[in-house]
């Protein structure tokens, strides 16, 4: 399967979950137009908190629909923009991918992986058990974080429902992504 983009979101406000709309408008070094995230330095209000001046590297937030399948199999309420991503993908392997790819979506937009999203309380806000349904442990006891990807906005452009994903790997060797 040819990767896309299945939905976008966003939020004007820190909301958990972000209504999908038709398009989103990524703005280079910023994230997305109208998002409550959008910005340089980091939005987040944990991150705000402990440190206002640290670069946005969770720009725009990523979450593969298979993950939405996998929940919904086990009894969770979970579509499109519920977990507070902004793109929804099909067909590429987001946590698989090594730190600083690029993703080239739909004619003009590129982001650039920074890493994985730390799952948080406000997934069990939103349906108790949540949290735990996205952690999970690797072979070597690690802790796995399933929850999505962070990026950068490197090259702006419109995406839309439907849009093609193409990645663009690093020069090895691969970073491991880690949370961000």
Not at 12 to 40: N, W, Y
Not at 113 to 129: A, E, F, H, M, V
Request: hydrophobic fraction near 40%; proline fraction near 7%; glycine fraction near 12%.
């Amino acid at each position: 399967m040819t990767p896309i983009v299945t939905a976008v979101a966003l939020s004007a406000s820190h909301t958990f979950t972000k209504p999908v709309t038709p398009s989103i408008r990524l703005l280079a070094g910023l994230g997305v137009e109208g998002d409550a995230h959008l910005g340089v330095t980091v939005k987040h209000r944990s991150r705000v908190r402990a440190d206002p001046t640290q670069p946005n590297l969770r720009q725009v937030h990523l979450i593969h629909g298979e993950l939405h399948d996998e929940l919904q199999a086990s009894g969770f309420n979970v579509a499109e923009g519920t977990m507070g991503e902004n793109i929804t993908t099909r067909g590429i392997d987001l946590l698989g991918l090594p730190r600083g790819a690029r993703l080239r979506i739909g004619a003009d937009a590129i982001v650039e992986i920074t890493g994985l999203r730390n799952p948080c309380s406000q997934l069990d806000k939103y349906q108790k058990g949540l949290t735990a349904a996205v952690l999970g442990r690797r072979p070597d006891g690690s802790l796995m974080r399933r929850a999505g990807v962070m990026g950068i906005v490197v090259a702006g452009g419109t995406v839309c429902a439907g849009d093609t994903i193409r990645v663009e790997l690093p020069p090895p060797p691969y970073l491991p992504l880690e949370r961000v």
